[in-house]
């Protein structure tokens, strides 16, 4: 399995044969340079979104058409997408799991807000949501830009995920010490790798805090463009 960083929310995950685009912010991302959008989406499989913030999908629907892949995430956004842009998607909801050719894919819940901008003003479509993606022995929790919940407890007893991607840049989703507080309270993770961070200069520049914080567990600050091989 590698799990690859595309700066800020944005991963390729490539795990039992498939190849996972998650939040692939590239309009406008200021971490992954153009020259490297095409190498860091080729041969995508599906892309999964987490809510319709544009630092989570700007780029994404001409990527959908382009390479011609199913869009992945909370079913009425997915149906807005589905008729007003005809791509292919797969709509599910909290709770639900899909199966993307072999790797187990179940959407759990995020707090956080989500909406598209418009000529009319933001549009709420749909709501925020993680992911548990399961392949090739493995589960990986997607926390999606979120705070700490008391519902994460209920995620490691249903799920019991070893390597966790988890939000903690501050100021828009748990910090470095927060991340933490989940991390050590509700999971038993074995991996951490964070993101939304480093992206812009009101977020947390330094995974530090986090690594201080999980003595025993592999705390990974991940580069872009760089493949974590677990």
């Not at 780029?59 to 149906?79: C, H, I, T, Y």
């Not at 292919?88 to 956080?112: S, Y």
């Amino acid at each position: 399995m590698r799990i690859t960083w595309l700066g800020h929310s944005s991963f390729r995950i490539e795990i039992a044969g498939q190849v996972l685009l998650v939040d692939p912010w590239l309009d406008g991302n200021p971490m992954l340079p153009e020259d490297q959008h095409e190498t860091a989406t080729a041969g995508a499989t599906h892309i999964l979104v987490t809510h319709a913030h544009f630092d989570h999908i700007n780029g994404l629907l001409p990527l959908a058409k382009r390479l011609g892949v199913p869009v992945v995430g909370q079913f009425d956004l997915m149906s807005h997408w589905a008729e007003a842009e005809k791509i292919e998607t797969v709509g599910f909801n909290k709770g639900g799991t899909v199966d993307l050719g072999g790797v187990a894919v179940t959407m759990v819940h995020a707090t956080h807000s989500t909406s598209i901008a418009t000529p009319d003003g933001p549009q709420v479509t749909g709501s925020e949501c993680g992911y548990m993606i399961e392949g090739e022995g493995h589960v990986i929790y997607v926390s999606g830009d979120t705070d700490v919940m008391a519902d994460m407890k209920v995620f490691n007893d249903l799920h019991a995920p070893d390597i966790g991607i988890l939000c903690a840049g501050g100021h828009f989703t748990m910090d470095m010490a927060r991340a933490a507080y989940a991390a050590k309270t509700f999971f038993d993770f074995n991996t951490v790798i964070p993101c939304h961070y480093r992206t812009f200069p009101l977020l947390e520049q330094s995974a530090e805090a986090l690594v201080e914080a999980l003595p025993g567990v592999d705390v990974i600050e991940p580069q872009v463009m760089e493949a974590i091989e677990l």
